[in-house]
């Protein structure tokens, strides 16, 4: 194998950050992106073979050939995997945490609820457990992600206008024109494209991270080779340098020709299996066929057309775009930044005893098996832990959120006083 560069630190690159920041304007104009806070042990869901003996490249270069890359064809198969240490978000337990998610039980034609195909309840499940994804694109006008279960399949597809979303398991579907009104995942393009609910694909994961790295003291380099999808691939990890993150590091393993990232390894602080995997099996950067994008309801289907009371599909409580939490605030950057906002009403979250119509006592009580009561300079409250993402839920109702310690969080809380 060839020899690769040493560790590089982007507090003296100031050519690394700027490659880095050129990297995060480029992702595959593919379906759904998202929340790290949502979203995102765990086998490592895509087994790599081999250690291929490629030209030396440095971290720089390498950051430099993801921003240069212009990969807008492609099709293949996605596994990813996630565990937050939650229970899995099924159907059923997305309707019992999410209020008003997922589900039948809305008037005639679809009015007054989202329907079972709305993606801001289906793509919940990507959140927890092991999830096949079937993925096409061709250019920032066509794109189609399918979500495969054992015997249904969820789609959401792009083509011009048009976004359909179709739950096989229901036979209901939800249709948005204008391409859902939101900017693709080119961003500077211009184009419209799928609904932003959870990251799905290695690039999608690998724009966060190397966004979160961007302003923040962090450990860069290439770290050998492997073979993915039975692809050539440079690994890139990067490392918080920053105390109080609790992010171990990131890996992204990169196609040696193309530059396009077929591999996403996100592993704790804490130690043990990633809390999320996610690569592809099987990828293609062929032009998928024009048929692909194409989706005419099947007979007696239910379908929801934005706009009839539903929200549409582009809108995601992580975006905090329109009626998002009041007086959202981000502390900090990078690895450690914390998301500060309000909850409705000024007061913390219901105990198991109570519950309310926005929070249901089941709800409650899952909340109350996570929590850690806490105080400090702010008052007391409540600190929730994942794997990954931890959150402090004051008595008096603020939130302070981010992938950092429990520590963190009360530190951010006395401060803000």
Not at 30 to 57: K, M, Q, R, W, Y
Not at 115 to 129: I, Q, V
Not at 208 to 233: W, Y
Not at 366 to 380: H, M, R, T, Y
């Amino acid at each position: 194998m060839a020899p690769y560069e040493p560790e590089q630190d982007t507090t003296e690159a100031d050519e690394l950050s700027a490659g880095r920041r050129k990297a995060v304007r480029y992702v595959v104009p593919l379906a759904v992106a998202g929340v790290a806070a949502a979203t995102i042990g765990l086998v490592p869901a895509l087994a790599t073979s081999g250690d291929p003996d490629l030209p030396e490249i440095t971290a720089q270069e390498l950051i430099e050939k993801i921003a240069a890359s212009d990969t807008e064809q492609l099709s293949g198969t996605v596994k990813i995997s996630t565990d937050l240490g939650l229970p899995s978000f099924g159907s059923g337990m997305t309707g019992g945490f999410t209020p008003g998610a997922g589900g039948g039980g809305d008037d005639e034609g679809g009015k007054g609820g989202k329907g079972a195909a709305d993606p801001s309840a289906k793509l919940m499940e990507l959140a927890s457990g092991t999830h096949t994804l079937r993925i096409a694109a061709d250019g920032p006008d066509k794109q189609k992600l399918s979500v495969l279960d054992d015997a249904a399949e969820y789609s959401l597809i792009h083509n011009g206008d048009d976004v359909w979303a179709y739950d096989s398991a229901s036979n209901e579907a939800y249709h948005s024109k204008d391409g859902g009104g939101h900017a693709d995942k080119k961003g500077d393009k211009g184009g419209k494209g799928l609904p932003k609910e959870l990251p799905a694909t290695p690039k999608e994961f690998a724009e966060q991270a190397l966004k979160a790295a961007e302003k923040s003291s962090t450990s860069v380099k290439v770290d050998g080779s492997a073979q993915v999808a039975g692809r050539d691939a440079y690994r890139l990890v990067l490392k918080p340098k920053d105390s109080g993150s609790t992010v171990g590091q990131s890996t992204v393993a990169v196609d040696e020709k193309t530059g396009t990232p077929l591999k996403f390894t996100l592993s704790p602080a804490g130690g043990g299996s990633a809390v999320v995997d996610a690569g592809f099996t099987k990828v293609d950067f062929g032009k998928p066929s024009a048929s692909t994008f194409d989706f005419k309801p099947p007979k007696g289907t239910k379908v929801t057309e934005e706009g009839d009371g539903s929200k549409k599909p582009g809108h995601r409580g992580g975006d905090f775009e329109g009626e998002g939490p009041e007086g959202l605030n981000v502390i900090g950057e990078g690895w450690t930044s914390i998301a500060e906002l309000k909850l409705p009403g000024g007061q913390g979250l219901p105990t198991s005893a109570a519950g309310s119509d926005e929070v249901p006592q089941e709800a409650a009580k899952f909340l109350d098996s996570l929590g850690d009561k806490v105080n400090g300079d702010f008052g007391s409250g409540t600190v929730f832990k994942t794997r990954l993402i931890n959150a402090l839920v004051t008595d008096d109702g603020k939130v302070y959120v981010g992938a950092v310690t429990k520590d963190a969080l009360v530190k951010a809380a006395n401060a803000a006083q």
